[in-house]
């Protein structure tokens, strides 16, 4: 008997899954293609039908989708019905201009076949400032906790309702435009994410929520109107907080009155460096004070800092941050300046008089992922964990109990000879330490 016959139906299951992986392109030929693993023989065709849950998610590119000749509401009603009662989740992407008649239609349509969803995703709602927000259907306004919309137009004189949505925990809208009278189901949202919004809208929405765990605010614009000074004191049930950085746009006001006492994951996204500041602007001084405000009001015993796009600021800031966060158990750095992460790397490594840790007696990770072209820059962060690696881990890790870790993401497989000689020897002593290349996607350099 053929080896692939005495699988397991879970590991198959698993197997198959991974033909319906793919980009908002090409899932649509990968679902037709599933349909076919269903040919190849009869056992297989039995076990696809026996796991709802590998049909219970749709992509529907309309743009692409029309062009085709793959009768995709044929295909989606097959969907549904294997689907079974597994939460059912569908994708709508709007890329052609030439189909803005079935925009505004697109979700009237689709509910004739699906009857229900539990998370719906629709990217580019087109239209005018002159319409209305496109309404939903009666039937997945009792269904839908998940939901998330992408527009490509101001619906600013319009009001955006999503009060009717009674079992909405997770909303995401991401927008170039808003309407200052929208309704939200505040008591019930849970989490909550705001891509390119005003930052007194987010700051409302924020503080009008007060069951949220998740809040992520991130491209923020310009505020619309003053910041209110009279907010509530505490987000109290917030767990995870990201916030974005604009230089010039209060985007890191917080008033200093409001608390997060449940926090326990912070991401700060600071200014991409495809948006290079005026000359004339010290941005490294900016984001000091931006972050100083807010990691005043976190509190001490959150475990996991997430610093993106950080750049150079002084090392006595750096100090702190992580005097302040003593916490932390988790520490990452994506495409952050390699002075900040050496600098860090340094504080670490130092004892007090007793010989106990001076910062972050509880750290267990760090992850450092750098991506930059200059090689003066990559040769700065090489020498700095150089430096700085093998004593952390004497330190840090003794007895070699793997208990704390370290995770170095870089854009290319060549290191210097001293790089190559520090892992190499971590690795021989047993130290839990990874170095990962990244082109397109992750595999291990040295493990």
Not at 2 to 12: D, N, Y
Not at 273 to 302: F, K, Q, T
Request: charge should be neutral.
């Amino acid at each position: 008997m053929a080896s692939i016959r005495v699988f397991p139906v879970e590991i198959l299951c698993h197997i198959f899954s991974y033909v319906l992986c793919g980009g908002r392109w090409t899932a649509p030929i990968r679902q037709a293609e599933f349909v076919r693993l269903g040919h190849i023989c009869s056992e297989w065709r039995d076990v696809i039908l026996s796991a709802p849950q590998l049909w219970s998610q749709f992509t529907l590119n309309l743009g692409y989708s029309l062009s085709d000749e793959i009768p995709y509401s044929q295909l989606l009603l097959l969907y549904v019905k294997n689907s079974g009662n597994s939460p059912f989740r569908l994708e709508v992407f709007l890329d052609d201009l030439t189909h803005l008649h079935l925009s505004i239609k697109t979700v009237e349509i689709l509910h004739k076949h699906v009857p229900k969803v539990h998370t719906l995703i629709i990217d580019g709602i087109y239209g005018s400032p002159q319409q209305d927000f496109p309404q939903f259907p009666e039937s997945w306004l009792s269904s839908i906790e998940n939901l998330q919309l992408s527009t490509e137009v101001q619906f600013i004189h319009s009001r955006v309702l999503f009060d009717g949505f009674t079992h909405l925990r997770k909303l995401e809208l991401d927008s170039v435009g808003y309407s200052k009278d929208i309704q939200l189901p505040w008591e019930q949202l849970t989490s909550l994410k705001l891509n390119v919004w005003p930052v007194d809208l987010c700051m409302s929405f924020l503080v009008r929520c007060p069951n949220l765990v998740e809040f992520h605010a991130l491209e923020i614009t310009r505020p619309e109107a003053a910041i209110d000074p009279r907010l509530p004191g505490h987000a109290h049930k917030l767990e995870h907080l990201s916030w974005g950085f604009r230089l010039l746009l209060m985007c890191f006001f917080f008033p200093h009155q409001l608390r997060f006492p449940s926090l326990r994951t912070f991401h700060w996204h600071s200014q991409p460096r495809s948006i290079p500041p005026e000359p004339h602007i010290e941005l490294a001084e900016d984001e000091m004070g931006a972050l100083r405000s807010l990691v005043s009001n976190l509190p001490p015993n959150i475990s996991q800092l997430h610093l993106f796009n950080a750049r150079a600021w002084s090392d006595e800031f750096t100090e702190f941050i992580f005097v302040k966060l003593k916490g932390l158990k988790i520490v990452r750095f994506i495409d952050c300046d390699p002075l900040i992460v050496v600098h860090f790397l340094s504080l670490l490594c130092r004892v007090n008089d007793w010989g106990d840790y001076c910062i972050l007696p509880s750290l267990a990770e760090i992850h450092i992922k750098v991506f930059d072209f200059y090689e003066e820059n990559r040769a700065r962060l090489e020498g700095g964990i150089a430096s700085h690696v093998l004593p952390l881990f004497r330190l840090r890790d003794p007895h070699k109990t793997k208990q704390f870790s370290l995770r170095v993401v870089q854009d290319n497989k060549t290191v210097s000879k001293r790089m190559h000689k520090v892992y190499a020897s971590l690795k021989k002593d047993g130290y839990a330490f990874k170095v990962w290349y990244h082109h397109g996607s992750n595999f291990p350099l040295l493990d």
